[in-house]
Protein backbone atom coordinates (compact mmCIF):
# COMPACT_ATOMS: atom_id res chain seq x y z
CA UNK A 1 0.00 0.00 0.00
CA UNK A 2 2.76 2.16 0.85
CA UNK A 3 4.68 1.12 -2.10
CA UNK A 4 1.69 1.90 -4.43
CA UNK A 5 1.47 5.91 -2.52
CA UNK A 6 5.02 6.64 -3.26
CA UNK A 7 4.58 5.13 -6.48
CA UNK A 8 1.43 7.55 -7.24
CA UNK A 9 3.85 10.66 -5.68
CA UNK A 10 6.70 10.04 -7.49
CA UNK A 11 4.77 10.14 -11.01
CA UNK A 12 3.10 13.13 -10.08
CA UNK A 13 6.50 14.52 -8.79
CA UNK A 14 7.91 13.63 -12.55
CA UNK A 15 5.21 15.01 -14.47
CA UNK A 16 5.20 18.15 -12.02
CA UNK A 17 8.88 18.53 -13.36
CA UNK A 18 7.90 18.03 -16.74
CA UNK A 19 5.02 20.53 -16.94
CA UNK A 20 7.86 22.94 -15.33
CA UNK A 21 10.24 22.16 -17.91
CA UNK A 22 8.15 22.86 -20.93
CA UNK A 23 6.81 25.91 -19.46
CA UNK A 24 10.67 27.29 -18.78
CA UNK A 25 11.64 26.32 -22.69
CA UNK A 26 8.41 27.90 -23.95
CA UNK A 27 9.03 31.11 -21.54
CA UNK A 28 12.84 31.28 -22.66
CA UNK A 29 11.93 30.50 -27.06
CA UNK A 30 9.02 33.25 -26.27
CA UNK A 31 11.78 35.63 -25.20
CA UNK A 32 14.55 34.54 -27.74
CA UNK A 33 12.05 34.74 -30.75
CA UNK A 34 12.38 38.54 -32.16
CA UNK A 35 8.80 40.46 -31.69
CA UNK A 36 7.21 42.29 -34.68
CA UNK A 37 7.91 45.61 -33.97
CA UNK A 38 5.14 48.38 -34.26
CA UNK A 39 6.19 51.05 -37.12
CA UNK A 40 7.37 54.26 -35.34
CA UNK A 41 6.70 56.83 -38.10
CA UNK A 42 8.40 60.32 -37.91
CA UNK A 43 8.67 63.50 -39.57
CA UNK A 44 11.56 65.25 -39.19
CA UNK A 45 12.51 68.92 -41.02
CA UNK A 46 15.72 70.47 -41.53
CA UNK A 47 17.67 73.44 -42.71
CA UNK A 48 18.68 73.14 -46.58
CA UNK A 49 20.56 76.07 -48.50
CA UNK A 50 18.40 78.93 -48.48
CA UNK A 51 15.10 76.88 -47.22
CA UNK A 52 14.23 73.93 -45.59
CA UNK A 53 13.49 69.95 -46.36
CA UNK A 54 11.74 66.92 -44.47
CA UNK A 55 12.26 63.42 -43.86
CA UNK A 56 9.86 60.49 -43.29
CA UNK A 57 11.41 58.15 -41.28
CA UNK A 58 10.16 54.76 -40.13
CA UNK A 59 11.87 52.89 -37.43
CA UNK A 60 14.57 55.91 -37.30
CA UNK A 61 15.18 55.06 -41.03
CA UNK A 62 15.18 57.65 -43.76
CA UNK A 63 12.46 56.49 -46.32
CA UNK A 64 12.12 60.01 -47.64
CA UNK A 65 14.82 62.67 -47.74
CA UNK A 66 12.90 65.49 -49.41
CA UNK A 67 15.19 68.81 -49.52
CA UNK A 68 13.46 70.44 -52.16
CA UNK A 69 9.36 71.10 -52.83
CA UNK A 70 8.19 68.14 -55.47
CA UNK A 71 6.50 67.94 -58.54
CA UNK A 72 7.62 71.88 -59.71
CA UNK A 73 10.22 72.89 -62.87
CA UNK A 74 12.96 74.30 -60.26
CA UNK A 75 14.83 72.72 -57.55
CA UNK A 76 14.23 75.02 -54.47
CA UNK A 77 13.72 74.41 -51.01
CA UNK A 78 10.61 75.01 -49.10
CA UNK A 79 10.48 78.71 -47.76
CA UNK A 80 10.19 78.10 -44.22
CA UNK A 81 9.84 75.22 -41.62
CA UNK A 82 6.13 75.32 -41.65
CA UNK A 83 5.70 74.56 -44.98
CA UNK A 84 8.25 71.87 -45.04
CA UNK A 85 6.43 70.28 -42.50
CA UNK A 86 3.15 70.96 -43.94
CA UNK A 87 3.62 69.00 -46.77
CA UNK A 88 5.79 66.62 -45.10
CA UNK A 89 2.99 65.88 -42.89
CA UNK A 90 0.21 65.02 -45.53
CA UNK A 91 2.89 62.69 -47.64
CA UNK A 92 3.26 61.11 -43.90
CA UNK A 93 -0.61 60.86 -44.05
CA UNK A 94 -0.90 59.02 -47.26
CA UNK A 95 1.78 56.66 -46.56
CA UNK A 96 0.02 55.06 -43.22
CA UNK A 97 -3.22 55.03 -44.80
CA UNK A 98 -1.51 52.89 -47.51
CA UNK A 99 -2.11 55.64 -50.37
CA UNK A 100 -0.05 57.13 -53.06
CA UNK A 101 2.74 60.04 -51.39
CA UNK A 102 3.10 61.65 -54.93
CA UNK A 103 1.72 64.63 -54.63
CA UNK A 104 0.56 67.09 -57.67
CA UNK A 105 1.19 70.79 -58.11
CA UNK A 106 -1.89 71.63 -57.31
CA UNK A 107 -1.86 70.01 -54.13
CA UNK A 108 1.28 71.40 -53.49
CA UNK A 109 0.47 75.30 -53.81
CA UNK A 110 -2.90 74.39 -52.04
CA UNK A 111 -1.04 72.80 -49.08
CA UNK A 112 1.25 76.15 -49.19
CA UNK A 113 -0.74 78.69 -49.31
CA UNK A 114 -3.26 77.32 -46.46
CA UNK A 115 -2.02 78.65 -43.63
Known amino acids: MMKQIRRKIFRGLCLLLLLLGGIF ?18 LQTFQWQDGWGYKVMLNHKVLIYQPTIPAIDSLCAFPSEASARRIGNRVLERIKHNQNFSLTQEEIKQILSDR
Do not use: F
Request: positive net charge; glycine residues 0%; aromatic residues 12%.
Open 25 to 42: VYRHVQESTPRKQKPQWE
